[in-house]
Structures are given as structure tokens and as C-alpha cells.
């Protein structure tokens, strides 16, 4: 298990990756594909697959926990676990943030640095996979595609930046803060009110830009026209098939997420990286 580690720069360097201990990881994968109607002019076929993956540390070196700013790793525990304070909301009073002072939850404070750190789930999710089908009529196909994941929990670092509470002061405010934020007319929200030059502490590392890494995407949708043989003959062609295509057409997200995309790399991190982007495409195919 190779983890980024710090070390004295007067190296000349200021982190060394080394061997730091050992993880267990358990799962299985299960494909199913098949026909479903077939008839003279029709061709029905559909596929889906899903993956299912456990991991946990199991041993570290000293036996420590490795602390890092918004994850820990911890012998038991998933590899990418997140730690850090968790969000309460929003005092409706003062439109201040609110978190939680321990891990009973039962008392808040406006006051981070008062606040210890909690487990609040992993980036791991419980299943992923995808599915899809394709329907044949005489020269006509279609064919749709969704890929999609369950569970596990994804930190959006930008939104830090983004969504911040005019703590980032050159920032723009998004669309989403505008709407959302504490003012007198919006006392029951879980967004900060919004002041130039914050202080406080409302874009610290907590929950409050944790969210549910749940999403389901329409990946692909395609429609094409497969030429009858017998105008090809001449033209000394085997097959011509002209198609359309649409890549990322739509995301099915968690109602809690706050972004574009919540496909994110084993991390669980989105920091800035581009969202899928939705791409059309025309073509032909040719066999001879």
C-alpha cells in the first residue's frame, strides 16, 4: 500500500511515496446479456453488469492512523475514508454556520477549530455497473447505454471555492449560492448567509461539501440505417451503415449534490476536473 508521505526538504524533496502497510479487497463482478424478443423483422437484446467491492486496512506501519485534511487511514477502515467536522446547517437566527462540537452530534457551535473530527463514510461505493439494450427492426437499430453507481460519498474541494459564502472575495457567487443563501426571507436554509470578506470559517473543511456519490447516467443513445445489399453491389461495397450518436446525455444525481458531475476518480475528490461533456456525433461505417 503506497501512500505520499512528508520528509524533511532539506532533501530537496517534500514527500516520498513509501510502503506504509497492507489492505484486504474483496468483491465480485456479475455480467448478464440476452435476447428477448426475436421475430422475423425484430431483434430485442439487453445487457447489464455490476461490480461489487470491499476494501479495508488492515495493517499499517506503527499501527497509526495516517490523518490527512478532509481523509484518515486507519487499520479497519476503508482505505478512503473521509474525516473531518461535520456540517450542522445553519443558524436561522444569524444565518451563521453551524457545526457539530463531537461525535454524539448533540451539541453545535459557530466556532470550527472547537469541533473534533467524525467518520462520515467512505468513497468506496457498494455497487457499479452499467446496462443497457439495442432493438433491431428490418434496416433500423437503437440502441441506449446508462452506466451508474451506488453509495459512497464524494468531496467536492472546488465547491469550497465556488459556493464559499464571500469568504473567497473575488470569487463570483454562483447561481446556487444566490438562491439558496440566509437571508431575512430565507431563515431555514443550510447555506450561509453571504458577506464580502467572511470570516466565519463557512468554506472550512467539513460536510458541508460532502455529498451522496449516487448518480445514474444516460452514457449513450444511437440510431442507425443499415443499407439494403442490393443498392451496394455496384459500388463493390459489403455493408454501409449511417448512424447518429449522443454521448453524456443526462445525470441522474443525489438530491443533496451540489455540482455538474458527481463521477468522480477513486478519490472521491472533485477538485476542479471537467465534467463529462455531452458529445453528438454523425458517421458511416463501411465493410468491403
Not at 444569524?94 to 452530534?105: C, E, I, M, Q
Not at 452506466?147 to 465547491?159: D, E, H, P, T, W
Not at 448567509?193 to 461539501?209: A, L, P
Given at each position: 500500500m503506497l501512500f505520499e508521505l512528508p520528509i524533511s526538504q532539506v532533501t530537496?524533496?517534500?514527500?516520498?511515496?513509501?510502503?506504509?502497510?497492507?489492505?484486504?479487497?474483496?468483491?465480485?463482478?456479475?455480467?448478464?446479456?440476452?435476447?428477448?424478443?426475436q421475430t422475423k423483422g425484430w431483434t430485442w437484446t439487453a445487457y447489464a453488469n455490476v461490480t461489487l467491492n470491499q476494501n479495508r486496512v488492515t495493517?499499517?506501519?506503527?499501527?497509526?492512523?495516517?490523518?490527512?485534511?478532509?481523509?484518515?487511514?486507519?487499520?479497519?477502515?476503508?482505505?478512503?475514508?473521509?474525516?473531518?467536522?461535520?456540517?450542522a446547517g445553519v443558524d436561522p437566527n444569524?444565518?451563521?454556520?453551524?457545526?457539530?462540537?463531537?461525535?454524539?452530534?448533540?451539541?453545535t457551535t459557530t466556532n470550527w477549530n472547537e469541533c473534533e473530527k467524525r467518520y462520515l463514510g467512505s468513497a468506496d461505493p457498494k455497487a457499479y455497473g452499467g446496462f443497457g439494450t439495442r432493438v433491431q427492426w428490418k434496416n433500423f437499430d437503437f440502441s441506449a447505454d446508462f452506466?451508474?453507481?451506488?453509495?459512497?460519498?464524494?468531496?467536492?474541494?472546488?465547491?469550497r471555492f465556488f459556493n464559499a459564502a464571500g469568504s473567497q472575495g473575488n470569487v463570483t457567487p454562483t447561481t446556487y449560492l444566490y438562491e439558496n443563501a440566509w437571508t431575512e426571507n430565507n431563515r431555514y436554509t443550510d447555506v450561509p448567509?453571504?458577506?464580502?470578506?467572511?470570516?466565519?470559517?463557512?468554506?472550512?473543511?467539513?460536510?458541508?461539501?460532502?455529498?451522496?456519490?449516487?448518480?445514474?447516467?444516460?452514457?449513450?443513445l444511437q440510431l442507425g440505417y443499415t443499407l439494403p445489399k442490393g443498392l451496394l453491389k455496384k459500388a463493390l461495397i459489403d455493408n454501409m451503415r449511417i448512424y447518429v450518436s449522443v454521448d453524456n446525455i443526462y445525470t441522474f444525481k443525489a438530491k443533496d449534490f451540489v455540482g455538474y458531475d458527481p463521477e468522480t476518480y477513486t478519490s472521491g475528490l472533485i477538485s476542479f476536473q471537467y465534467p463529462s461533456t455531452r458529445t453528438f456525433l454523425a458517421g458511416i461505417t463501411l465493410g468491403f
Open positions: 530537496g524533496l517534500s514527500k516520498v511515496y513509501q510502503n506504509i502497510g497492507s489492505m484486504r479487497n474483496r468483491g465480485v463482478e456479475i455480467g448478464l446479456n440476452g435476447t428477448i424478443l495493517k499499517l506501519s506503527g499501527g497509526k492512523p495516517i490523518e490527512g485534511t478532509y481523509t484518515i487511514q486507519q487499520e479497519g477502515y476503508p482505505l478512503r475514508q473521509f474525516y473531518m467536522v461535520e456540517y444569524t444565518g451563521n454556520p453551524l457545526w457539530y462540537k463531537n461525535a454524539s452530534g448533540d451539541e452506466n451508474y453507481r451506488l453509495g459512497g460519498k464524494v468531496y467536492a474541494v472546488s465547491n448567509k453571504y458577506v464580502y470578506g467572511n470570516t466565519t470559517g463557512e468554506n472550512n473543511h467539513s460536510s458541508r461539501f460532502l455529498y451522496s456519490g449516487n448518480f445514474l447516467r444516460v452514457k449513450n
